[in-house]
Structures are given as structure tokens and as C-alpha cells.
């Protein structure tokens, strides 16, 4: 689930760091095995435009660490979504002055929420109940883009650490290398995740627009590498009420939009049906779509049935 930015070293020019902190980003990496600090503004959006936040990220190894979530100048006594990459991963609740904190860890307990997901080069939000983000950052990430989940075996205790390598780096180092893009969701964990633990799992149906609302599924039974495996994020709740999906933001719609004459095959016009996506009615009027009644992209509500109309 990680939408990872481009490769930086910030190792190999004083320049680059410096801009970083200049910019309230402080991102202390190294070797494959060096810890992770990330210190990431959050700014206020034009619904909470005083607000103020800084999200946070200490990783000892790939998969094990902390993040937190900070807010200021918000709506006193209020709950809000933590959500990384447009799936919720905990929640935010202010105080009387208007600030609060939300914890994760990959070691939860008491009001420390576990930490299944690493949010490098992710987007983070704080959203309100009526769906709009208050508070927006983005995560910066100095891996390279073909770095992969690697299996490392520990000398000192004889277990398995999972880093962000490439698979080349990884094989260099006796790892075995995974097909996870990262280490959070653990790739090489063993053990059962927590007890009401799932996977979410988002699926973009918007096609060249971003999704704001993607159909996120959620699976109960999946061990942190086969959730890992499949991209996802390991978050605390049950599928029952899906604590996967944060509220949805306003004026998104189920669009349909033609994919047009495709060519043709053996003198005969190809024509592929109508794709689904969720965006704004703007963002669907734009790309010449139509608005559909349907909730969901699955199954897609603008495959025409067999009488000719469409199935919304």
C-alpha cells in the first residue's frame, strides 16, 4: 500500500538535508539496517485552516517501530480519522484545547494503537466526521522505489528481521527476498498478528484520477506476511464493522466513463465497456462520464446486461 516518492540519499549530499530541515522534514537513514526518524509537518486544509500537526516515525528495524500523529488549533473535544494512503488506521481525539495525539506501535497496549503499516512515502490525514481531511501531509521515503521486504537472520538471537532492500542488496546479504514492497505489515513475521486484527486491503477504481473513496476489503484470517504479500495494512478491529474504511469525503460519486472504439478486429469495431470510478461529479463531468446510482464499483454498476441497460 505504500505510494513510495523517488529515491533520495541523503547520505550523499549535506545540501539535500539541509533543505529537508529547512522544510520541518528530518529524515535520518543509512544502512540497510539504520534506524528511521522522520519528523513530517501536517498542514491545516481550508476546513481547519489554523490547524497545525506533525506526524512522526521511529523505526528500530524495518518492522518494528512507532508513529504518532499530533493536532492543534482543531475543534475542541472531537474524533477524527488517522488515515495513511486512504485507508484508517486509528483515530484522534482532541482535547478541550483543541489538540490531541493518536500512537501506534508495532507493540501496542493500553491507548497505543498497533502500527501495521509503514507510512514512508504515504499520505497522511486527519479527517472529520463529515468526511473532510482538516489535516494533510505527505510521508517523505529515501528507499528506492525496487526495494523489497528482505529476510535477514540475526546472529545475536538467531531471528528473522525484515528490511527494505532491493532484491539485489538483499541476496548480497544472505536475505531472502519477498514480494512485499515493504516491511510493515511484517514480511517475515511467524507469529499470529494480535488478537481483532485484520488486513486492509484497498482497491483503486479511479483509474487516471486519485481515488478519494477505494473499495477497501477486509480480511480477518491473514498473518502479517500474507497480508504484507498482498500490499495491505494490519489494523486493530474486525471485519464485521470494517475499521479498514475512514468516513468517506463529500461529492464523491460512482462515475462511469467510456473507454471508447478500441480498433478494430476482423472488420468489426472492439469496444471496451464503461469503467467504473469513484470521484468528484466535476472530475466526472470532465472526463465526459455519467453519474451512476450505484454505491460500489463492484461489480461494476456500468456493464450493460444483456437487455442493454446498465446495471446500476
Known sequence: MKARSGPTTLTSTGVFAAALTAAGIVVLTGSATAKVNIKQTLVGTVHAPRATGQARLSLKTGSSGKFSVKGRHLPAGKTFDVVVNKIKIGRLTTNAGGSGTAKFSTAPKGNVAMLGVDPQGGEVEVRDDQGDDVLDGEMPDDNPDSAIGCCLGNQEDGETECEDL?????????GTPTTATDCLPDACGTTPPPANTVCCIGHSAAGAFVDDDPEIECEDDASSAECAAEGGMMVQGTCDMNPCHPVPPPNIVTCCVSQGDQGE??????TEPPECEHVTATECMASGGKVSSAASCEPNPCVASPSGAFLN
Open 166 to 174: 532491493t532484491a539485489t542488496e538483499c541476496r548480497s546479504e544472505g
Open 265 to 270: 478486429q476482423e472488420g468489426e469495431p472492439q
